[in-house]
């Protein structure tokens, strides 16, 4: 066994695989569903828990430090970086510190941080506690605003409260999903929620990755949703002026030095508004949607392989932001609701020239719901091109050559 070791919180195959591509030994904290015969051949030792329970956690992870010695915690998941950075508080082990990972993970401490040490980045944001909480925050921030769970992932609950004729309707809304079954409930509940001002313009996210304290942004993405904010689709780099992208840099980075970011991956979304670049959330780990395989296409920086291996000392820090070797982008596939009758094209569309994958989930059969999150996208293809409207233009070929046929019937109804 490797005498240089990790321990990797959740996350996918490609984590330990690269751990171990790079020399390092792997200790394995994962939930006991996603362990899989691949994960048995390449790990030293996997505990198999609910990592999201710390009382399960800690004696498990203090004798496993005992026994194998990892010298890092790393994770490529939101589920795991609040556990992580109990570990890395635990065992003194240098990563970004619990109290830093729940300040991104929790909205809503977030802005109340914010709002003390950098508003310049920020915007107005109170807890939804009741109904009267809404008019009152439309009254005094004006509308339309902002209404989302506080520690929500996917764009799920989300909604946009234009007048204050809707308080009634989005007020029933937060008080059916508190407390919803959806399928990531056991790790991010809905039960609060809260407001936040309404940010327009441009909406983009930072991939960047601190080494020791130093902030070095690796790529600007460039988001394309649908009506309700659920994202549908990205593009390395952004298609945006010179001028706006310093911007948005030194806003990323104004905020990630005050909240406390002192090492790893950080995914920080971002508005680029009339009164300049505002935070909209942030994680400190690589972004999903599978932005962090863009990032590699386009920059050739492999933002998941320095997450697991650079604390090890096996990879060198970058000295500044690596230069683009072409544009990469990704679209996300959809179909109207109701069950799946015939999937077509998608050999077609991996056959054109700079279509990386084509991830489709669907087969007949299958039930397709309303898009209310991004768990109700049925897969997404990525493209590869010399510049970003080329490589949008390829995906949406593709996803134009991919036919999924439904019927309608019954759908989830929940919101």
Same mark, same amino acid.
């Given at each position: ?5 990790? #321990? ?63 010298? @890092? ?48 980045? @920020? ?20 509308? +339309? ?78 988001? #394309? ?37 002192? @090492? ?57 932001? +690596? ?20 999937? $077509? ?11 990386? $994958? ?14 209310? @999150? ?38 989830? +109804?929940?919101?």
């Amino acid at each position: 066994m490797s005498e240089q070791r990790v #321990l990797v919180v959740g996350g996918r195959i490609e984590n330990v695989r690269k751990a171990k591509e790079q020399g390092l030994g792997v200790v394995y904290l994962q939930q006991p569903g996603q362990f899989t015969p691949e994960h048995a051949s390449l790990v030293d030792a996997a505990l198999l828990v609910d990592y999201t329970d710390w009382s399960v956690t800690e004696p498990l992870v203090v004798a496993a430090h005992r026994a194998y010695g990892f010298t @890092s915690v790393v994770t490529t998941t939101e589920a795991g970086v609040e556990p992580a950075g109990r570990i890395s508080d635990l065992l003194g082990l240098g990563g970004v510190s619990y109290e830093v990972a729940h300040l991104l993970r929790d909205k809503l401490s977030m802005r109340r941080h914010l709002a003390a040490t950098a508003p310049s980045v @920020s915007v107005a944001a109170e807890e939804a506690g009741d109904r009267e909480s809404l008019t009152a925050f439309g009254a005094r921030h004006g509308y +339309p605003f902002i209404v989302k769970p506080v520690d929500g992932i996917g764009s799920l609950g989300l909604r946009l409260v234009e007048s204050a004729d809707q308080v009634d309707e989005v007020w029933e809304a937060i008080t059916r999903l508190r407390h919803s079954d959806h399928q990531f409930a056991r790790f991010f509940p809905l039960d609060r929620f809260l407001m936040e001002e309404y940010i327009s313009g441009p909406e983009l996210s930072v991939e960047a990755f601190t080494f020791e304290g130093r902030h070095v942004v690796v790529a600007v993405t460039e988001k #394309l949703t649908y009506d309700n904010f659920v994202e549908l689709g990205h593009v390395v780099p952004a298609r945006i002026a010179a001028a706006d992208e310093a911007a948005v840099v030194a806003c990323v980075t104004t905020f990630l030095d005050a909240i406390g970011v002192v @090492s790893g991956p950080s995914h920080t979304e971002v508005r680029l508004s009339e009164r300049g670049p505002r935070v909209i959330e942030s994680h400190n780990r690589p972004g999903g949607d599978r932005i962090r395989d863009l990032v590699e296409e386009a920059y050739g920086f492999d933002i998941e392989r320095y997450t697991v291996a650079w604390p090890g000392g096996g990879l060198p820090a970058l000295d500044e932001r +690596p230069a683009p070797l072409r544009a990469a982008a990704t679209r996300f596939l959809g179909a109207e609701p109701g069950t799946v009758t015939a999937v $077509e094209g998608v050999a077609a569309a991996r056959g054109l020239d700079g279509v990386v $994958e084509v991830d489709l989930s669907v087969e007949p059969g299958s039930v397709v719901r309303p898009m209310r @999150s991004s768990w109700d996208r049925l897969g997404q293809v990525i493209a590869v091109a010399q510049d970003a409207d080329a490589a949008v233009a390829l995906c949406e070929k593709a996803c134009a050559a991919i036919r999924v046929t439904t019927e309608p019937g019954a759908t989830d +109804p929940a919101e």
